[in-house]
């Protein structure tokens, strides 16, 4: 690949890059690729006690400092907390992003997670991702369309599994041990997330639960001590068949299940 690689790394709320997919944002860092965060809601629901404007001016700050610490740039969420939808005026929100990042890699959440927010966040990108070319579709400020190819990967649920219990596996694993530390020190700066989920869902060990997410999908990969999982979306609209920039830049810390790859034809 000639050109720098672009990343686009997006989520639904702030902590969820880091929690899913800071790892892997990493490597590519250190590969040389520009590292773009994208947390498309606000984050206004993630408090017991704070008003909206407090939280989501809370939560934007978190974002920025967890952003600082590894030189990305963080682009402003385009809704709010069970309000994201996918629906004509946030998708012209999310195709402007888009266009104007104009990622070779776009990371995003699973399209099957236990909560709406995550599952309408990666609709949202990749929709906008499929119309970057699109004279004709809406975006919200108006961006400029591009031609270029770009490959969709999306992460694995929280959990593991899909709403419906179902468990969800990995096609390609990116070894992250390396970058635990980094990850842990990016999720730190979540401050009022710690106490929100002691709250709300019981989560006392916040950063210590990353940790034994990230060794869980490693034991899955039966290969590294710490990973993060990925599923490659459909090539039909983004580039070519082969597409798979991931595996190109990481080389051997990315590695691809053929066995999983080969129940995908079944």
């Known amino acids: 690949m000639s050109a720098r690689p672009v990343v686009l790394a997006c989520a639904a709320h702030p902590d969820d890059i880091e929690f899913l997919m800071a790892g892997t944002v990493l490597r590519l860092r250190d590969v040389g690729a520009e590292i773009h965060l994208w947390n498309l809601a606000d984050g206004a629901c993630g408090t017991a006690t704070l008003d909206r404007a407090a939280i989501t001016a809370i939560r934007w700050r978190e974002a920025q400092d967890a952003a600082a610490l590894i030189g990305a740039r ?59 070319a699109m004279r004709n579709a809406s975006a919200d400020p108006p961006t400029a369309p591009y031609d270029a190819d770009v490959a969709v990967y999306h992460a694995l649920p929280h959990g593991l599994r899909d709403g419906l219990r179902r468990r969800v596996r990995a096609c390609q694993y990116v070894d992250v041990a390396p970058q635990l530390a980094t990850k842990r020190a990016m999720l730190a700066c979540h401050r009022s997330q710690k106490e929100w989920l002691d709250i709300s869902q019981g989560m006392d060990a916040y950063l ?25 979306h459909n090539h039909l609209g983004f580039g070519p068949a082969d597409l798979d920039p991931l595996r190109a830049l990481l080389g051997d810390a990315c590695w691809t299940d053929p066995a999983a790859e080969a129940d995908l034809d079944r």
């Open 74 to 132: 963080l682009h402003p969420p385009i809704g709010t907390d069970l309000g994201l939808l996918h629906d004509a005026p946030h998708l012209a929100r999310a195709v402007a992003i888009v266009r104007a990042v104009r990622p070779t890699i776009v990371l995003v959440q699973s399209p099957q997670d236990y909560m709406e927010d995550h599952q309408n966040a990666c609709r949202l990108v990749v929709t906008a991702a499929f119309a970057r």
């Open 208 to 232: 210590d639960a990353m940790d034994a997410f990230a060794r869980e999908i490693g034991r899955a990969s039966g290969r590294f001590a710490a990973a993060e999982g990925w599923r490659r």
